[in-house]
């Protein structure tokens, strides 16, 4: 089971363009180029988040993207399956034909009620964090960000580095040579 591009990207654009939506729209180039994702793979992406009605286009020179809906009101499971983003599992797909048996028919492997549960805790969670809930994240770690950079430097000297002194004694021992 492994969250492929597709879906990663879509969480991270749409994280993108509530953080900057303020008044206008935005632009999947500037998103583009924020968070380094192809634009060609931006404009598949939000095709399908349009379709879902998680984002509206805007036409025009100052056009772009905004969200279709409140922050608060789009959970990143609604993010994943709008791109088609399969989440499961289970090695069939949910089709409970994972056990190859003799008689050529598949049944259930012995495992799969353990990945069927895992879909449905995965999905459960993802439907429960918003992408508001990425925002304050963000704005969260943002502020933590200007707060270490804002704290005073204090160099250490680190031993395998040669001080200045030493730097210069060694210099005038080779001169001597």
Request: hydrophobic share 35%; glycine share 6%.
């Amino acid at each position: 089971m492994k969250l492929t591009t597709k879906g990663r990207f879509a969480v991270t654009a749409m994280l993108d363009i509530a953080l900057h939506q303020d008044s206008d729209p935005v632009s999947l180039s500037a998103v583009s180029e924020r968070q380094s994702i192809s634009l060609f793979y931006l404009e598949q992406l939000f095709g399908k988040l349009r379709r879902h009605g998680l984002v509206e286009s805007i036409r025009g020179s100052t056009g772009g993207y905004v969200l279709a809906r409140l922050a608060q009101q789009i959970s990143i499971a609604d993010i994943i399956y709008a791109v088609d983003e399969a989440l499961d599992a289970t090695y069939c797909g949910g089709k409970q034909n994972c056990e190859k048996g003799t008689n050529g028919l598949g049944g259930q492997c012995m495992t799969h009620e353990l990945w069927e549960t895992l879909n449905h805790k995965m999905i459960d969670y993802l439907a429960s964090i918003s992408l508001a809930n990425l925002v304050e994240k963000e704005h969260m770690r943002r502020r933590q960000n200007e707060k270490n950079s804002a704290l005073p430097c204090t160099l250490i000297r680190n031993k395998s580095v040669p001080s200045v002194s030493s730097t210069i004694a060694l210099s005038n021992s080779l001169k001597s040579i």
